[in-house]
């Protein structure tokens, strides 16, 4: 199982290896690709919410995983080759599909190893994917910057990372089983059933049979039972509401970037550095929660509550500020701050539930929040309904992260 660990940590850093992904946007707004700004604000970037739909669970997850390789391949061949919005809005869609297929890289880890040993796997492997992230952007940045290096160049350099990540791909294990639906036989009387009688206080050895052992009716009753659990209810609503809008504020912070600082000169654009510095700040976050000692089922709404007031905060002085710097540093504490109770709602949610449990629950709350996004893009980004350009959007998003914080202070007092 070490070989697994160590394989798949360094399947999960070499995967982040993509230097040119914070440089995106200017390489599209730049002369080499010539887009307008409402062109990747309001035609080519709402496609990435579209797509950001994927199964992972029921193709026993290495299927997913080549997908999201050769998607991330189809990515950069796409940048480089292509010329036209359908050829980038395509190139969007390949890119909902990676970030779609990543909770199979979780999934994967629950179907390896004992449950003795998940949690050690889990820090690896999270610990992995983020010092990934933390060199990819350095490299970037340091390129740019320091090296001259122009952004099609680093395109290129990007391309060469995604495909030698696609051959580690190939040679990952295959799971025997997925953790729901391809359970062996026999799983219908263990961990999920199980699960269920324990929180609805019925009779594991009673047994129901036939259609109703389907994974499908297993699931729908699993799911049913679980919103009767305060705690989990209010963080499996954290996870969709405010993960919605934290990916929002994601797709399109750069094209507020270069609104509010139209760099000339290539190599005083800091994408790469900002998102450098918010993944180490939301890395020490994320084990810094780790110790807080707190009674959650008392304190949880207020917590929640100042945390969402504090990012609407910050996404407001990020919308009406004009200097670069000021809007840097506010979107590395949003991102520290949403990286601060991603553990938290981790825990809370996956507490009192078993790992076949587990990972539904979370597949479910990614679900319901990619509609949600989906939704709020089509209203408000789309240029078939609002369209609206990149700073009035910002303003939606302070207000709805706003709406949110009011309704979990009410709900604390």
């Not at 991330?72 to 010329?83: F, M, V």
Request: hydrophobic share 50%.
């Amino acid at each position: 199982w070490k070989l697994q660990v160590f394989y798949l940590c360094f399947y999960g850093f070499m995967t982040q290896m993509r230097p040119g992904e914070s440089f995106i946007t200017p390489y599209l707004l730049g002369a080499d690709k010539n887009f307008t700004q409402a062109e990747v604000t309001n035609v080519i970037t709402p496609v990435l919410t579209y797509s950001y739909m994927a199964l992972t669970d029921y193709l026993r997850y290495k299927p997913v995983l080549v997908l999201q390789s050769l998607s991330h391949i189809s990515i950069w061949l796409l940048l480089l080759l292509g010329t036209s919005v359908l050829a980038m809005q395509l190139m969007e869609f390949f890119y909902g599909i990676t970030m779609a297929a990543r909770i199979a890289y979780s999934s994967y880890i629950f179907s390896l190893v004992a449950p003795s040993r998940y949690q050690r796997m889990a820090s690896y492997s999270r610990s992995a994917v983020l010092l990934g992230v933390f060199t990819s952007s350095v490299l970037g940045q340091l390129c740019i910057t320091l090296g001259g290096v122009s952004f099609l160049t680093l395109n290129y350099i990007s391309l060469g990372f995604v495909s030698f990540s696609l051959i580690l791909t190939l040679f990952l294990e295959r799971p025997k089983r997925s953790l729901f639906f391809n359970r062996p036989e026999g799983a219908g009387d263990g961990a999920a059933p199980a699960e269920l009688d324990k929180m609805t206080g019925g009779d594991s050895t009673g047994g129901t049979q036939g259609w109703q052992e389907t994974a499908l009716c297993r699931m729908l009753r699993e799911l049913g039972a679980l919103p009767r659990q305060p705690q989990l209810r209010l963080w499996s609503l954290w996870w969709v509401f405010n993960s919605a809008g934290y990916y929002l504020m994601l797709y399109y912070v750069h094209i507020l970037w270069n609104e509010i600082y139209p760099a000339t000169n290539n190599s005083r654009v800091y994408n790469g550095g900002v998102d450098a510095a918010s993944t180490l700040l939301g890395a020490s976050t994320s084990f810094a929660a780790g110790y807080m000692k707190i009674r959650w089922t008392l304190w949880s709404e207020l917590v929640i509550g100042v945390v969402t007031a504090f990012q609407a905060g910050l996404l407001l002085l990020m919308n009406t500020t004009s200097n670069i710097w000021l809007c840097y540093s506010a979107y590395v504490l949003f991102r520290g701050s949403y990286q601060f109770l991603v553990p938290i709602a981790t825990f809370q949610i996956a507490t009192s539930l078993s790992k076949e449990l587990c990972a539904l629950v979370f597949g479910v709350n990614t679900f319901f929040a990619t509609m949600l996004k989906t939704i709020i893009t089509i209203i408000v980004a789309d240029k078939r309904v609002l369209g609206l350009s990149v700073h009035p959007q910002f303003y939606v998003y302070f207000g709805y992260f706003t709406l949110l914080a009011v309704v979990y202070l009410l709900a604390a007092v």
